[in-house]
């Protein structure tokens, strides 16, 4: 009878050792239904791929690929995350031209291309655009024969709002990433006599116009999952590195880093982490490309791929630049970080996307 | 004598770094612990304790051996396990392949109510691999988990009906899991080991002299592995930790002589897998580069066994068992595509000498087909896996 008792208390002591303490099960990972993508040129995946661009064998801010295999090949960071989520390859909610002209006698072929709304496309960044005012960098309003629309981000999340009844259904991944074109348009105006201290208190005004936009416009409006990543590096593209004047390079370089780490100071303390942001830090990451290009397989982060002065490219910029129209082959140019002055190749985009990936998965986003 | 013993655990640790892999158990539990045991579908394994394997089942269970005796076995262990898409496409051919998973026991009488026993063996174990360029290449291409679980134990007979027993488990534990990243990063291959303590106890009661009753249990080990991650993207590269529990288990076996010629046995197993939660690979910043959900549960398993001795050389042996998996429908991976499976198992013993016994059995797992639904990393892994596993045991017991 003792041996029974002795046996039944061992057994309730390895029954109640061995029970339990698996604690609560971790959150299984979103599933998105849909990627959604504000900004600009970083971001835009054709909303220019219209008319002469088309034409000449271009349609994103980066080293375009040709036209036969274009659906299928990422060379956007947007397209390559949405890939890596499964999700289609994205397409532009808004394409069109417009130089301003009218399309009077003597506009160039192809520089005034309706606007053309596509309710199905979820990529909403354009070329050029500022958060919240135009002109945007490129659009007819600063002459030089400009034809970018630079919708505002603001105003793109609004037709993003109009096309889908006034909400997001809160299973979308949403991208967004501004601010570099309102950092080159004070940079201009502070080059023509603006006091530098406007410049800097407007691109803040700027970032907490956007942090605003994500909060009231986007997560307030359902949305759950909202990647914003900042302005990249400026200072370290060949935009700035390629003047030749050491003092001008140097005086441009101040005012660029000051410019942009001002927006991107004020946008993360006006739009902290939280359950449903994540900041991504593209300005850390690029700084570190250019710092350590043998990490990330670089071989060039001081050139652009693309020749701007090609006959093939007379828009002079990566917006027309393909393997028609660079500076080398393009398995030399392959891992080169810029495509133009101021846009990451397709390799760029990668690194980008890698980053962003990475930066999902910290989070429990992939 | 010593440096013989000493060499046959060196040999068998060495055998078991190389060589230990695919899990027969659910989960990644291996309970291929014994040749002997095997026949029977592990039935009665904490009360059975008719040779020096027990100090795996039950450690209370070395009272009833005399003398020394020494145990080596090793389990062929062929899982298979095939991916077809929803729409119908097979993809990456067999994850599963044969491994040979060797474990060795001693036992040695120091007093008349007082044994010594160790163990070497693999206590859980893992590998799946597919073809490198397979539609799911991104979710996963190679895992694998070996173990090696050095077990010294004691038991102690408190009277003619009550044994205990109990032992500290030293463990070892590598790591491998491979994926295809694309783009920048190619293919990652994590690796990582650890060592860590843990410690099993168990008692046998002899309810009369046909009839005995076993209880065991061994507790969960935590890890964190150390260890690296290397892509073609050197920004990606560098040292990672993975931590990891791997579970407890209890069981409660039963022993019954029928007759003369036939035994009859039968066990319950619970493992509490619900400590695997997930996967999740921080690097030297304390930042998540890889994390997968698991949210394994709780898994019993039972099983029933007969011998039947022909004569005093031979029997035979027959055992059924249901094997709970812990892994949920939707958190299966296909790292380890697993479901619930039904144990058929057969064996026999041959005695060349009274000193001496080989034992020899065989297993076939019927898997019930396991889905999966897994969208990232995309492409998407939609579509079910047939699974099986046969293991084939042999085992060699020598009394001196």
Redesign the interface.
Same mark, same amino acid.
């Given at each position: 009878m003792h041996q029974f008792k002795f046996v039944s208390v061992l057994l309730m002591a390895m029954i109640l050792a061995g029970c339990g303490g698996g604690g609560s099960d971790v959150p299984a990972k979103p599933r998105f239904a849909a990627q959604v993508s504000f900004g600009d040129s970083l971001s835009d995946v054709g909303s220019y791929n219209v008319g002469l661009v088309n034409a000449i064998g271009g349609g994103q801010f980066t080293i375009n690929a040709a036209s036969s295999v274009k659906a299928t090949t990422p060379t956007n960071w947007t397209e390559y995350t949405s890939l890596s989520l499964g999700l289609d390859m994205p397409c532009a909610a808004e394409t069109g031209l417009d130089n301003g002209s009218g399309a009077a006698p003597g506009t160039p072929a192809g520089t005034v291309i309706p606007v053309t709304d596509y309710p199905l496309c979820n990529g909403y960044a354009q070329g050029g655009s500022r958060v919240t005012a135009q002109p945007g960098i490129g659009n007819k309003l600063l002459g030089g024969g400009g034809f970018a629309l630079t919708v505002p981000v603001v105003t793109q999340i609004q037709h993003f709002l109009t096309a889908h009844s006034g909400s997001f259904n809160g299973d979308e991944i949403v991208t967004v990433m501004a601010g570099a074109n309102d950092v080159l348009f004070q940079a201009a105006s502070i080059g023509g006599g603006l006091p530098a201290a406007s410049g800097v208190a407007a691109v803040q005004t700027a970032a907490s116009e956007l942090a605003n936009d994500v909060k009231t416009q986007i997560i307030a409006k359902g949305a759950k999952y909202v990647v914003v990543a900042n302005i990249p590096d400026i200072a370290g593209t060949p935009y700035v590195t390629s003047i030749a004047d050491p003092t001008v390079r140097a005086q441009t370089a101040g005012l660029m880093d000051t410019l942009v780490t001002a927006f991107n100071a004020q946008l993360k303390a006006d739009l902290p982490d939280s359950a449903n942001v994540l900041n991504v830090d593209a300005y850390s990451a690029s700084k570190d490309e250019v710092a350590n290009p043998a990490k990330y397989n670089l071989t060039d982060v001081t050139h652009t791929a693309c020749d701007l002065a090609s006959p093939y490219n007379p828009l002079a910029s990566s917006l027309g630049c393909n393997a028609n129209s660079l500076s080398g082959t393009l398995a030399a140019v392959d891992h080169y970080l810029f495509a133009d002055t101021v846009h990451p190749t397709p390799y760029g985009h990668l690194l980008f996307a890698t980053y962003v990936l990475q930066s999902m998965t910290n989070k429990g986003w992939y | 004598m010593m440096f013989k013993q000493t060499m046959v655990g060196w040999s068998v640790a060495g055998a078991l770094l190389v060589m230990s892999g695919s899990a027969a158990a659910s989960g990644f539990a291996l309970i291929e612990q014994s040749a002997s045991g095997m026949g029977n579908a592990f039935a009665g394994g904490a009360a059975i304790a008719d040779d020096a394997s027990t100090v795996f089942f039950n450690p209370a269970g070395m009272s009833r051996l005399s003398g020394k005796q020494i145990a080596i076995a090793a389990h062929a262990i062929t899982p298979s396990a095939k991916y077809t898409s929803a729409a119908g496409v097979p993809s990456g051919g067999d994850a599963g392949s044969t491994a040979v998973v060797p474990n060795g026991y001693f036992v040695m009488e120091m007093k008349p109510d007082l044994r010594f026993g160790l163990g070497l063996n693999a206590p859980f174990g893992l590998q799946t691999e597919y073809d490198s360029n397979w539609a799911g290449k991104?979710q996963a291409i190679k895992s694998r988990i070996d173990t090696v679980n050095v077990n010294p134990s004691l038991s102690y007979q408190? +009277?003619d009906?009550?044994s &205990?027993g109990g032992g500290l488990d030293y463990q070892h534990i590598s790591g491998e899991l491979s994926q295809d990243q !694309? !783009? *920048? @990063?190619g293919t990652a291959v994590i690796k990582g080991t650890d060592n860590a303590w843990g410690y099993n106890?168990g008692?046998l #009661?002899n309810v009369d002299a046909a009839t005995r @009753?076993g *209880?065991a #249990?061994r507790?969960?080990i935590s890890y964190t592995l150390s260890g690296t991650v290397t892509t073609?993207?050197?920004? %990606?590269n560098g040292p990672v930790s993975l931590d990891i529990k791997l579970p !407890?288990?209890?069981s &409660?076996s039963g022993f019954h002589q029928y007759s003369d010629k036939w035994d009859v046995m039968a066990d319950v197993s619970?493992t !509490?897998w619900?400590?695997f939660?997930?996967v999740k690979i921080v690097d030297a910043s304390g930042?998540? @580069?890889? +994390?997968t959900?698991?949210?394994w549960k709780?898994t019993v398993r039972v099983s029933l066994g007969a011998t039947y001795h022909y004569n005093r050389q031979w029997l035979a042996r027959a055992g059924l068992a249901y094997d709970q998996a812990p892994v949920p429908d %939707?958190?299966r991976t296909a790292r380890i595509p697993d479901n619930n499976r039904t144990w058929l198992a057969f064996g026999g013993q041959y005695k060349p000498s009274a000193a001496s016994a080989i034992d020899v059995g065989y297993s076939h797992l019927f898997v019930n087909d396991a889905s999966i639904n897994q969208?990232?990393?995309?492409? %998407?892994l939609v579509g079910s896996y047939n699974i099986s596993v046969n293991t084939l045991s042999v085992q060699y017991t020598y009394s001196f």
């Open positions: - | 991104q408190v +009277n009906a009550l &205990i !694309g !783009g *920048a @990063i106890f008692a #009661y @009753i *209880a #249990y507790s969960a073609s993207l050197p920004f %990606a !407890g288990s209890f &409660i619970w !509490g619900s400590t939660k997930q930042a998540t @580069i890889s +994390n959900p698991e949210n709780d %939707a958190f969208p990232t990393p995309a492409p %998407a």
